[in-house]
């Protein structure tokens, strides 16, 4: 039945398929379902935090009509807030680490947002698997701006917990789509927003669901390294959702997942499964084989991916 038509293009945040693996699975193994999130409208499951976390702020009164958003962002908030924050009127400018690809920055000029490029010291020329680590300059930025200007809202995705709040509703659709039979879920770690939501909801109502956070082998600042930022960096500026998330207990275990096994698992479920996603997809989907081998027939892995793969095009592993 087709879907019903709607008001808004915000209207098709979420909801997105599930759809389970037929090749780039184990023969041994559990059913690896996957959550195309990469069909939200701007791209990524963003869209999700972007849409609860402006509301959220305009309802508190932080957010008024004439504001300008900021934020720090490697790509898809970036994104997302740019699709969402122009869609309701807003004026958004976004602080991208220099090096990140130049399609993430067209894609937020094309939806309207003004993008800032700041020059990160120390960053590997190919440091595109780059998570929340290279946002800390950006953010100072951020916080900067936002105490500058009365006008201007910093969405601050780190640490607001709108963020995980709008994984509540993944993880419910999660439950509904898999008739609340769900043994493991596995998805990768940038500000922990997703894994928390989405282990909170699940948690609820299986207990015995393990969850699990995958981190890049590459991140020098990660849970699975223990030491989350680098020293002298406020509190303003780090931590918040990761440390709350680690502190539930909801989380079994954390662990590292290299850029190569991201990158060879993306490449497979593009050709193999034709998935259009971008590398975190693919550690999330390597670590579920791994997952449904160790839970052996009979049980099932639940995963998400989390981006769409045009915003990687450019890069030159892609081309290879
Ligand atoms: C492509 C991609 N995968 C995974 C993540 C991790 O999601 P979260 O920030 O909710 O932990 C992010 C965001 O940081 C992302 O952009």
Not at 285 to 299: F, P, R, T
Request: proline content about 4%; glycine content about 10%; some cysteine.
């Amino acid at each position: 039945m087709a879907p019903k038509a709607v008001d808004s293009i915000l209207d098709l945040i979420g909801n997105t398929p599930m759809v389970k693996l037929q090749k780039v699975v184990t023969k041994t193994g559990a059913d690896i379902y996957a959550k195309l999130e990469y069909l939200n409208p701007s791209g990524s499951y963003k869209d999700r935090i972007a849409f609860e976390m402006i509301r959220s702020a305009e309802s508190e009164g932080k957010l008024k009509p004439g504001y300008t958003i900021v934020e720090a962002s490697t790509g898809n908030t970036g994104t997302a807030l740019s699709f969402v924050g122009t869609r309701l009127g807003y004026n958004v400018e976004i602080y991208i680490p220099e090096g990140m690809t130049r399609e993430r920055i067209k894609i937020m000029e094309s939806y309207g947002a003004k993008v800032h490029e700041m020059k990160i010291e120390g960053l590997d020329s190919k440091g595109s698997v780059a998570g929340a680590e290279v946002e800390f300059i950006p953010r100072q930025k951020c916080l900067d701006l936002e105490r500058s200007n009365p006008k201007i809202w910093w969405a601050r995705q780190f640490s607001n917990s709108a963020n995980w709040r709008a994984h509540l509703v993944t993880g419910n659709e999660i439950l509904e789509q898999m008739n609340g039979k769900v043994d493991a879920f596995v998805a990768s770690i940038g500000v922990g927003g997703t894994l928390y939501g989405v282990a909170k909801a699940l948690k609820a109502k299986i207990p015995k669901c393990k969850v699990i956070g995958l981190e890049p082998a590459s991140a020098r600042y990660a849970i699975s390294s223990g030491v989350l930022s680098p020293p002298g960096i406020s509190k303003e500026i780090s931590g918040g959702i990761i440390e709350e998330m680690m502190e539930s207990g909801l989380i079994d275990e954390v662990v590292k997942v290299t850029n190569e096994d991201a990158i060879k698992t993306s490449d497979r479920l593009v050709r193999e499964e034709g998935f259009f996603c971008g590398i975190s997809a693919g550690a999330n989907v390597y670590y579920s084989m791994k997952v449904a081998e160790s839970l052996g027939k009979g049980k099932r892995v639940v995963t998400v991916l989390p981006d769409h793969r045009d915003r990687y095009l450019s890069e030159k592993k892609y081309t290879t």
